[in-house]
């Protein structure tokens, strides 16, 4: 879209209840742009920087998506801006890039995304597929009214249709309103039982995305089986240079417990070393109602 100005709201979609997916104009965030990493939000003067994920970016556009859940005051205020509106400003891209290995035969990656997951892992579980590597994805919703990107033509069947040979695709749903019913740890219980997936794969890796307690369930599960475990966090962030605190996240290294920041340091850490008895109270300090959304959200 040349002409409109930076951070100019260029496409506004409706995803799901308080749902809200954002086309947004930052042509150098989409030059720069690596699956896994996060951009900060200034939605307005004085606004509160908000961390958002790339869920998306086309470098020749020049355009971002961003997917926001309606949870806190500033969430709302920003799902209530129209196409044509303009964020004050966006850093990024921040964080590391997920880190890609190919992995070869009988194995698949296998990631497990729970409500709002689904947009952070749909660029990484992309850029597995475009190196080459088996995905099996267990999304994971509340139900069926929550589901967003699954129908034809929209995001994750597209990837279906680009990779029909490398990409198998689990639904979940709490309730049993859509496909199975349970949370996303059941079926990856059942893998990890078999010791292969229904197609006779080895779990190479398990990523996980979505809320704090399903990121533990899927951690606590994996770990006896020895399964290397990522969890992508999307913690409290304030300065995201790695500077006030906001983000620590308590992990262990032999036998020491050290500070990580997964504003620097993550998004993504290995979920088998954090300390999660330290770590999911500091979800509420900081802001109560947020969450107590995104943990009840999904999961
Ligand atoms: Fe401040 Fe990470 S957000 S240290």
Not at 48 to 56: K, R, V
Not at 178 to 206: H, N, W, Y
């Amino acid at each position: 879209e040349m002409g409109a100005a930076p951070q100019t709201i260029l496409q506004k979609i409706h995803l799901a209840d308080g749902i809200v997916e954002f086309i947004v104009h930052s042509p150098l965030v989409a030059k720069a742009a690596q699956a896994g990493q996060f951009v900060r939000v200034l939605p307005w003067e004085k606004g509160e920087l908000i961390p958002l994920t790339l869920a998306d970016w086309d470098a020749k556009a020049g355009t971002i998506c961003l997917v926001v859940q309606a949870m806190g005051a500033s969430s709302i205020a920003i799902n209530a801006m129209l196409v044509g509106d303009a964020f004050t400003g966006i850093a990024g891209p921040l964080g590391l890039p997920s880190e890609l290995h190919r992995f070869e035969g009988q194995q698949t990656v296998v990631f497990t995304a729970g409500g709002l997951g689904l947009p952070p892992v749909y660029p990484i579980m992309r850029a597995h597929l475009r190196l080459g590597n088996h995905v099996t994805l267990i999304a994971g919703f509340r139900n069926a009214d929550l589901l967003f990107w699954v129908k034809a033509g929209e995001r994750v069947s597209q990837l279906q249709a680009e990779f029909p040979d490398l990409l198998d695709v689990i639904y979940t749903s709490n309730d049993g309103s859509f496909c199975q019913k349970g949370f996303v740890t059941t079926p990856l219980e059942a893998m990890l039982k078999d010791g292969q997936t229904s197609q006779g794969r080895k779990i190479a890796e398990v990523v996980t995305i979505g809320p704090p307690l399903m990121m533990r369930a899927v951690s606590d599960l994996t770990k006896p089986y020895g399964v290397k475990t990522v969890a992508s966090l999307n913690s409290i962030m304030v300065d995201a240079t790695g500077m006030c605190g906001a983000c620590m996240v308590p992990v262990t290294i032999d036998g020491k417990m050290v500070r990580k920041h997964a504003c620097v340091d993550g998004p993504e850490l290995d979920s088998h070393i954090i300390d999660w008895d330290k770590f999911l109270p500091r979800f509420n300090q900081f802001k109560p109602q947020e969450q107590a959304s995104r943990v009840t959200h999904g999961f």
